[in-house]
């Protein structure tokens, strides 16, 4: 229970804009939409992914495999936080070898779920490149991590809580920061 204020961020509006702006930023670096894949992070990762799929085959005029990599089994701080139940991992049927994945995720901070992404992928093939899509960067980063697309940069202080409400798994679009 929170304490503290809430302030929003992010309306739904906002979050169309930054997910518009990065399909278009990861089709410009991927020189069109051949050869890529993208793969969320369950569970709002997954729901950004179909979105920029779905933005990606809007403009392109090609549908882009979407699938959706679970990285709980792989996290380094199971022992310090209560186990998530573990998300069904789901590779588009062309696999990843040889081809531009972007991971997709909702909040960037200390970067450890993307190290146990890149761990996951590791198990699952190889591909040529792996690049990383984020809806909001907050910093604080404990690994050496930079996020390719960011929807948006968001200062925040250690104590605060980043919270990414998305309407298919929360009935809600917005982004808020709380104190």
Known sequence: ???????????DADIARALTRISHEILESNKGPQDLVLLGIPTRGVTLANRIGGLLADIAGVGVPVGALDVTMYRDDLHRNPTRTPQPTQIPAGGIDGKTVVLVDDVLFSGR????????LND????????????????????????????????????????????????IEEVTIES
Do not use: Q, W
């Open 1 to 11: 229970m929170s304490t503290g204020t809430t302030r929003t961020v992010m309306h």
């Open 113 to 120: 779920s993307i190290r146990a992404a890149l761990d996951a």
């Open 124 to 171: 699952i093939g190889r591909p040529a490149a792996v690049r990383l899509a984020i809806l909001v960067d907050r910093g604080h980063r404990e690994l050496p991590i930079r996020p390719d697309f960011v929807g948006k940069n968001l200062p925040s202080a250690r104590s605060e809580r980043v919270n990414v409400h998305l309407a298919e798994v929360d009935g």
